[in-house]
Every structure is written in structure tokens, then in C-alpha cells.
């Protein structure tokens, strides 16, 4: 498999979308108020901060590119699937960040009542379960696809899986710090393994996605 620029710095990547998806996250969970949603809603701390998180999200789907495009050919058909499952929870909550950060404070200042309006049973908690849970899936799965690739260390994979477990709740911080540390930790991770490969042979002779022993 050919190298690309996302593959050759698949490391710096993910380790900028992986440790800004979490920062942002504590960001939130420091200024939020669960008890006034209204109130948290026009909060200006809180939407600057559902802004940022909303930013986020094309940042990690870059992310979870390069660090598919590392592993792709060890990771097989399994790995395939997990990447587009990843993809496709990934990018439906991405949109649902996007709606809470912009649309969701308008909302709080022209129909306040939709706070409190009863939404059990309406197609908006049927999609929101879907997303949820194509979010999580689609990592975990990309965790154990890692996992059984063994290009990257095998306890960051598992923190890959465990992340998307937890993030099941990521739209609600802290739930979604989990995934960004283990996104970070595998470009951490990456970043040290590239400089001493390119350390030990020159540049035109390395192998992309080495797996890791």
C-alpha cells in the first residue's frame, strides 16, 4: 500500500483530534448545568464550548482516517467494516453536536417551551438512540479491528474499544474523554514509533503501519 500525507502523519493527527475532542469535553463538563437546560443553553461559556466540540468531530474523522489508512491491509475486511461503522456514527453525531452548538441556543431564545416539551416516543429519541449507538459501535469495533491488526500496541486498541464503549453518552461530557485520551495515547504512540523507524532506515524505505511487537 502506497503512502499518503494522512498516513505519514497519522501520529501529529491524532494526537491534536484526540487531546482537543477531550479538552473540550472537560470544557463542557466544567461550565455545564444539567439541573437548567434553558439556563445552560444560553450560557456563553457553554455555547463557545459546543462550538469547539462540534469542530472537533471533522477533526477526528481525519483522524480515524490516518489511523485506518495505518493498519488497513492488516486489519482485513473486519477492519473495513469497523472503519465504516466508525465513519458513519461519527459523522451522524457530528451533526447532532452541530445542531446543539448553533441551532439549540436560537431555540432557547424563540421557543423556549421546547425544553420541556415530553419527546419520549418521537423519531428524535428513535435517531438519537441510532446515532448513539453507531458512535460507540463503530469504535469499538475499530478498537478491536486495532486490536486483532497488531500494528498498534494491543492495551491501546483496548483503549480504543473501551473509549467507544464509554462514549455511548459522548454528547453528554465527561463520557466522551475516554475516547479522545485513547485517540491521543495511539498518536503519541505513533509519533515516537515513526521517528525511530526513521531513525534506523532512511525514509524511502520505510513501511507504513509496522505492526507493533
Not at 114 to 123: I, K, M, P, Q
Request: glycine share 8%.
Amino acid at each position: 500500500m502506497s503512502e499518503s500525507p494522512l498516513s505519514t502523519h497519522a501520529g501529529p493527527i491524532a494526537v491534536t483530534a484526540g487531546a482537543l475532542f477531550a479538552v473540550v469535553h472537560v470544557g463542557q463538563f466544567a461550565v455545564m448545568d444539567r439541573s437548567n437546560l434553558l439556563t445552560m443553553a444560553t450560557n456563553p461559556a457553554f455555547q463557545l464550548l459546543s462550538a469547539a466540540y462540534a469542530i472537533t468531530f471533522p477533526l477526528l474523522l481525519i483522524a480515524l482516517t490516518a489511523l485506518y489508512w495505518r493498519q488497513a491491509r492488516e486489519s482485513g475486511p473486519f477492519g473495513a467494516i469497523a472503519f465504516c461503522t466508525a465513519v458513519t456514527g461519527t459523522v451522524a453525531l457530528a451533526g447532532d453536536m452541530w445542531f446543539e452548538a448553533f441551532a439549540t441556543p436560537w431555540l432557547a431564545q424563540v421557543a423556549p417551551v421546547v425544553f420541556t416539551a415530553d419527546r419520549s416516543g418521537s423519531s428524535l429519541v428513535t435517531a438519537w438512540l441510532v446515532t448513539m449507538i453507531l458512535f460507540s459501535l463503530g469504535w469499538i469495533l475499530f478498537g478491536l479491528a486495532s486490536l486483532r491488526a497488531r500494528v498498534f500496541p494491543r492495551t491501546l486498541s483496548v483503549a480504543v474499544a473501551v473509549g467507544g464503549l464509554i462514549g455511548f453518552q459522548a454528547a453528554m461530557p465527561p463520557w466522551g474523554l475516554a475516547l479522545g485520551l485513547a485517540v491521543a495515547a495511539v498518536g503519541v504512540w505513533l509519533v515516537r514509533h515513526d521517528r525511530r523507524e526513521g531513525q534506523v532506515q532512511p525514509d524511502s524505505q520505510r513501511v507504513p503501519g509496522t505492526a507493533a511487537r
